[in-house]
């Protein structure tokens, strides 16, 4: 196995296996067919594991399945909806997906029994892809709340939605929450990303993590609760306390804006038009049964086809250069084959890193 492996201890309250798979291994079950096998001649029918609704993995899966279907005769590429990144370790663990998207917290995690596979251990892992995105987590908070900074959440009463349970967005930002010492004196919202825009009209929650992707658009889910708030959600400062928290956890990277990059439907500036963000890197990761040549297509696809990737997904990272797909490589994770035959064509392979075999 190959990156710097991140060492993280969580607490037991974490969610568990069953929590975060839910109704997913259904539907991946399912798809075992598309995810393992060829079809139609000598195209070869990939299926991602993505996430959930309106979630910016989704998106950018589909951006990529498009690219797929406009631009290459050998895959066909389909998007399953799933309980999130941390949820898809464990739907590749039992077989369900081939290729998933997920995150390098949950990676990193994973690979050392850590947060929730402490005591649900994984006994396989995918190998690395490439970077599809970077998600930039801040806080926001409502009217009536009366917070308007991260140090009121100490006070404990408040009603908190830390994005939903088996995102690995998720697990990085409860741990974050966890190290800030705000998680146990507060309610904790724990609802689909489908669900809480309603929940947010219906004025159920204080305040929620969100984020956007790459520093272009929020998540399709954050922009919903953005039309559905009624015009009452707003940025929160960050104190040093929080701020300490996130340079503290290592799965977390600390971001912050002198100006706020995203567009709402509603000022969101009325207290502060600065924030700071804990960043959480996504990569797509690929099995030993999915073929070589079919993961290089999708490199391919993602460096050569970025103008149609990003005509579906504006969030889209251009890896048009190559380069950019190295950016958040494990060194201690295997890389798959086709993706490593891919850089090593384009001259961007670091010798450190360990190229993975598949089952051909």
Known sequence: MSGVIVRVKMSNKDVSRRDVVKGATTLGAISMAGCLGGGGGDQYQMTIAGAGSGTSTEQAAQALARAASQNSDSISI???????????????????FGTVGVDNNSLSKAMNEEGPFAE?????????????????????????????????????????YPI???FGTRLLTEEVIREAGLWDQNEILNVDSSDIPGAVEEGRADALCVY???????????????????GGLYLMEVDDNFRQAI????????KEFDEYPY?????????????????????????????????????????????????????????????????????DLEIHPGVAEYWQDNDVWNDEWTEGSTNE
């Open 212 to 230: 956007g992707a790459n520093g272009v658009n929020l998540s399709s889910w954050v922009q919903e609760v953005d039309v559905r708030s009624n």
């Open 263 to 331: 567009e709402w439907e509603q000022d969101v500036t009325t207290v502060t038009d600065t924030t700071t963000s804990w960043v959480l890197s996504g990569q797509w990761a690929f099995g030993p049964d999915v073929p070589a040549d079919a993961v290089k297509e999708v490199a391919r696809l993602s460096a050569e086809e970025h103008e149609s990737i990003r005509d579906a997904d504006p969030t889209a990272i251009d890896h048009s250069g190559v380069e950019s797909m190295t950016a958040a490589v494990i060194p």
């Open 78 to 96: 389909t998007v399953q909806n799933t309980d999130g990144w941390t949820a898809n370790l464990y739907e590749f663990d039992n077989d369900n």
């Open 120 to 160: 649900d251990p994984v006994d396989s892992l995918p190998m690395q892809g490439f970077v599809f995105t970077s998600l930039e987590i801040h806080w926001v908070a409502m009217e009536g709340s009366d917070l308007e900074s991260t140090a009121d959440l100490q006070d404990g009463g408040y009603t908190i």
């Open 247 to 254: 340079e503290n956890v290592p799965g977390a990277i600390l």
């Open 164 to 166: 939903q349970p088996g």
